[in-house]
């Protein structure tokens, strides 16, 4: 790896200046460059180099990029067209699936703070605030780094090539997964009092620091933990991958008080703006103006012609308002099933008798979701719920008496109807075959705009990605003060969620690590956090263990289905059936070279000082 330094920051300079001590026209300043000194003493300038670094911030999935990956894990399907279908017939993950070694960023970053140390004559708490900025803008990018490689070499200062063939003194190994950490906290603690942009929810401010350090510290204390207690602990001799067991009550301590320092301090609410507690979480991700609850987000603007097309690739079938939209990704019934009944009862759909001999016969299709947990519904389309003030109902077909057993009868096509008059197949299906139809039987609500024409090709969706947030920070801090043996506080964070989910107040009295996994998993749900969670417990590979024999691996569909039964009570009524997707093709599996990216060949090969990962 060669970390070369130039003089210039590639986006807004070019750093060459011809002179001619003959030619006058040759020592002119270009009209059409900013020059160093231009750039680091102009505020509007600065800021726009670190607008640069924002948008260039790694992501795995984001609403603008990589966010087909939601439909890899088991949270959703790929139900879109056929070309992506790849995402239902994962045999296993690559090594390199989740590689990041972004050190062009890192680079311009170093680069911008020794601009502004040396060349700047802005004011001195303008300069620190923005140096501030940058190393917390840093300190994001090893956490991304160091969350999917283990330990990465770390780099603050530029380093300049003196082209005598020797590169060695730019070549640097691996720092210690647990440096990585450190470094990360080290960053937070020291620029949080010069960081400024006190309430923006968009740049980063003391909180967003904050965040950032109750986020990696839960993941080093999880790592600390229970990669020690695997039966062989995934580790390398040097450090860059393992953390010492004897370290995780420290991170999970760090975690805690930053989480409490947000808590307590930072004038966040959870978002509790509609009584109608499944339109309130879903609002909590669409709505920008005065939002409680969101600390740091990327945001989209139609006024700045920033957009983007989430809306129109993932909205449901029968309301879409552009022939071509799609829809996508769509949530499997493993997630649904994850949201509890609201008396605290396992969230299992009930389809069939006891005994297995009949069908459960519902009224209407809402019906079989009566009493959620109010966040399924902020979270997910489900058969007869409404969108844009339009029912979305769905039927796959009829089950038709034939004197003994039904027979199902479906339709190729949507929108069908059956020959007593009634509806075959909806309009928003489910389908098993026909793409941009949902194929099993729910559509993804979180994320999904509202607006009018935020799902045409011609306008686009403007709501804001939400990096961080206070739900999260709950749950972060329930985590770690459950694992210090602090319940009572873990208890009281939990409860909050819940009961804004519409569960009864302190409707749990008790805690496992299990119930808190499982607030994670409907609370943070297509947040970008599964696999990451997953990973830091060390369950992946017992969650996703590629056996068709395996629920976690197999990704299930809830088909619901009219029934045609003339002169019979149960005739017009609703039966479901559960199946798996049918469009889903090889479990989910996860090896143990996953819980670590490949480090490249290519990577090795320009810098001998690194070690590879475990198992590659």
């Not at 020291?190 to 923006?200: R, W």
């Not at 997630?335 to 509890?340: M, R, S, T």
């Not at 947040?527 to 996703?544: L, N, P, S």
Request: hydrophobic share 40%; with cysteine; glycine share 8%.
């Amino acid at each position: 790896m060669k970390l070369l330094k130039i003089n210039i920051l590639a986006v807004l300079l070019v750093g060459f200046v011809i002179s001619s001590c003959q030619d006058d026209w040759l020592d002119r300043e270009p009209p059409n460059i900013l020059l160093d000194d231009q750039v680091w003493n102009d505020v509007g300038l600065v800021t726009g180099v670190l607008s640069n670094f924002y948008d260039r911030l790694p992501s795995h999935t984001t609403l603008t990029g990589g966010w087909p990956d939601f439909a890899a894990y088991d949270e959703a399907i790929w139900s879109g067209y056929s070309g992506n279908d790849f995402l239902n017939n994962l045999v296993t993950y690559s090594f390199g699936r989740w590689g990041l070694w972004d050190y062009g960023l890192i680079r311009d970053i170093n680069l911008s703070i020794d601009k502004l140390n040396n060349l700047s004559n802005l004011p001195e708490a303008q300069k620190t605030q923005f140096i501030s900025e940058l190393r917390f803008i840093r300190a994001y990018v090893y956490f991304e780094h160091v969350k999917r490689m283990g330990g990465v070499p770390i780099i603050t200062e530029q380093l300049i090539y003196d082209f005598d063939g020797d590169p060695s003194d730019l070549q640097f190994p691996r720092n210690t997964e647990a440096e990585v950490y450190d470094f990360i906290a080290d960053e937070v603690d020291a620029i949080i009092p010069t960081l400024g942009n006190a309430g923006s929810q968009t740049r980063a401010n003391r909180f967003t620091a904050l965040a950032l350090k109750s986020r990696a510290m839960l993941y080093a204390a999880s790592l600390a933990k229970y990669n020690s207690a695997m039966p062989s602990p995934i580790t390398l001799p040097g450090g860059e991958v393992g953390i010492p067991a004897g370290r995780a009550d420290e991170y999970f301590n760090a975690s805690l008080e930053a989480s409490r320092s947000i808590i307590q301090e930072g004038g966040y609410d959870l978002y509790n703006n509609n009584p109608d507690l499944g339109a309130n979480f879903y609002e909590l991700f669409i709505n920008k103006s005065n939002n409680p609850e969101v600390i740091w987000a990327k945001d989209f603007s139609t006024e700045a012609d920033k957009r983007h097309g989430f809306t129109y690739d993932n909205i449901a079938r029968s309301v879409r308002e552009d022939n071509l939209g799609s829809s996508a990704i769509t949530p499997v019934l493993n997630l649904v099933e994850d949201f509890e009944y609201l008396d605290g009862s396992s969230g299992e759909l009930v389809t069939r008798t006891a005994d297995g001999s009949d069908f459960i016969y519902y009224d209407n299709v809402e019906d079989i979701f009566e009493n959620k947990d109010a966040r399924l519904f902020g979270t997910v389309v489900t058969p007869g719920s409404n969108f844009r003030g339009q029912e979305v109902f769905m039927q796959a077909g009829v089950m038709v008496w034939n004197g003994s057993s039904y027979d199902v009868v479906e339709s190729n096509g949507l929108n069908t109807e059956y020959e007593d008059g009634g509806i075959l197949t909806a309009a928003a299906g489910p389908h098993r075959s026909i793409q941009e139809v949902s194929n099993t039987g729910f559509y993804l609500r979180k994320y999904v705009d509202n607006s009018a024409g935020s799902s045409t090709r011609g306008i686009g969706s403007e709501v804001w990605w939400v990096r961080f947030r206070l739900g999260e920070i709950y749950l972060n801090a329930a985590e770690a003060a459950f694992e210090l043996g602090e319940t009572a506080e873990a208890l009281e964070y939990i409860n909050s969620l819940r009961e804004r989910a519409g569960f009864g107040e302190n409707s749990l009295t008790s805690l496992t690590l299990d119930r808190i996994r499982n607030e994670r998993r409907v609370e943070l749900a297509f947040e970008d956090h599964v696999v990451w969670d997953y990973k830091r417990w060390r369950i992946a590979h017992q969650e996703w263990t590629g056996s068709e024999q395996d629920d976690s691996s197999v990704m299930f569909a809830l088909y619901p289905y009219r029934v045609v039964r003339p002169g019979d009570p149960r005739d017009d009524q609703y039966v479901f059936v559960k199946m798996v997707a049918p469009r889903f093709r090889a479990p989910r599996f996860f090896q143990l070279g996953n819980y670590y990216s490949l480090i490249g060949q290519n990577l090795i090969d320009a810098n001998p000082k690194l070690v590879r990962n475990p198992f590659h």
